[in-house]
């Protein structure tokens, strides 16, 4: 099966009469059928830009965007709109009509759309969806009568209607408390595995990065991969951190690796210690979650290097790992200019827990 959504070096503009701003700046990207893609990225990053030319809600001025078969670069209307059909659009604002009940509402998607089902088969298909999305006791109700939860809940049903292959959601969640967002996503992950459709979510809400296949980061008109994006941020903020409070860096290290020690103590990690460190860790320091969460794993991974090596990496790494080992541990001794005795006394310390042979 072709890509959904193939993108080769768009750039994007927003032109007045006098000035023009870049907003997309040479991106290409390629989603996979049934993958789900997550698209962060600060305020002003191009993010609503990508989502309406994958859309087929505007054009690009260079470069190729090709979904479902079709390019869009230069499509005529006619086309867009054949394309908008087969997708299901799932916005921040729900905007459901007022004046038709949520059934009404989910049905008009199903008459929009090429296939052609008869009155009974578009109920049945609706209210099969609101049952699906947990609203099946809301059918007859109006867009007023539900919480906000709810309406965004009809809302992924009006996009889902229609069994669309791909489904394009612009900050689904951003106008839902914690539980309702995390309901709404896991929503749009089960109904998208079961019709194997590809979805692209742009969010600022990191508690739901994990449903991605795939986090794309984009900054400055041009897409990262979100480790990218971390490890800049994080470095730079630890670096700051270090800089300006270094024992509370210090502080903060120690008391990651030490809660990390406790909850792998038993050699297992379950979620709920995991988020108690995160919490711990969260209200010990000024970082934000995600570094947090990264001086977390990286503490994680340390225990877990020690606890699987423990004195017996001669076993573990071959003959010709443990001679690079020991070889680029002096050679970032010694990238300075010079290996100090410290240094020295450091590496034949680390050989000697590892189990290597001791270097003279
Ligand atoms: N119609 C427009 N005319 C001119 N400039 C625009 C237009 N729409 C968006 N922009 C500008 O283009 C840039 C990217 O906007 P876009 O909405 O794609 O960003 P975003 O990453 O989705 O932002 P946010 O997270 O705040 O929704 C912003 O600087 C925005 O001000």
């Known amino acids: 099966m072709s890509a959904p959504v193939q993108i080769e070096s768009v750039t994007y503009s927003y032109k007045t009469a006098v000035s023009e701003r870049k907003v997309l700046n040479d991106v290409s990207l390629r989603i996979e059928p049934g993958e789900i893609v997550i698209l962060t990225g600060p305020s002003g990053s191009g993010k609503t830009t990508l989502i309406t030319l994958i859309g087929a809600l505007r054009s690009a001025q260079e470069g190729s965007v090709q979904v479902l078969g079709h390019e869009l670069r230069d499509a005529g209307e006619k086309e867009m709109t054949r394309v908008r059909r087969q997708i299901g659009y799932i916005f921040q604002q729900h905007n459901l009509l007022d004046s038709l009940t949520v059934a009404e509402n989910v049905m008009m998607s199903l ?56 489904i394009l959601a612009d900050e689904p969640t951003a106008s839902l408390d914690k539980e309702s967002g995390r309901t709404v996503v896991e929503l749009i992950q089960a109904l998208c595995q079961e019709q194997g459709a590809s979805v692209v979510l742009v969010t600022h809400d990191n508690r739901i990065l994990d449903v991605a296949d795939r986090i794309l980061h984009l900054e400055d008109g041009e897409i990262q991969s979100i480790s990218e994006a971390v490890s800049a941020n994080t470095s730079q903020m630890l670096r700051l951190l270090d800089r300006h409070d270094p024992q509370a860096s210090l502080y903060l290290s120690a008391f990651s690796l030490a ?29 934000g979650q995600g570094e947090v969460d990264l001086v977390m ?27 690079h080992f020991i070889d680029s541990m002096h050679a970032v001794a010694a990238a300075d200019g010079e290996t100090s005795p410290e240094e020295l006394a450091e590496i034949r310390k680390i050989a000697e827990e590892l189990g290597f042979p001791v270097p003279s």
């Open 111 to 166: 008459q929009l759309c090429d296939e052609k089902l008869s009155s009974a088969e578009q109920r049945q298909r609706v209210v099969e969806v609101l049952s699906q999305v947990g609203l099946e006791e809301h059918v007859d109700k109006y867009p007023r009568a539900l919480s906000g939860g709810q309406k965004q809940r009809a809302g992924i049903a009006r996009a889902l209607v229609t069994r669309p292959t791909l």
């Open 259 to 287: 809660l990390t020690r406790v909850a792998m103590a038993d050699n297992t990690i379950d979620d709920t210690e995991r988020d108690m460190i995160r919490t711990v860790l969260n209200q010990s320091s000024d970082l």
């Open 297 to 323: 794993e990286l503490a994680m991974s340390q225990v877990r290097c020690k606890s699987a090596i423990n004195g017996q990496a001669h076993s573990i790494f071959s003959e010709e790992q443990a001679r």
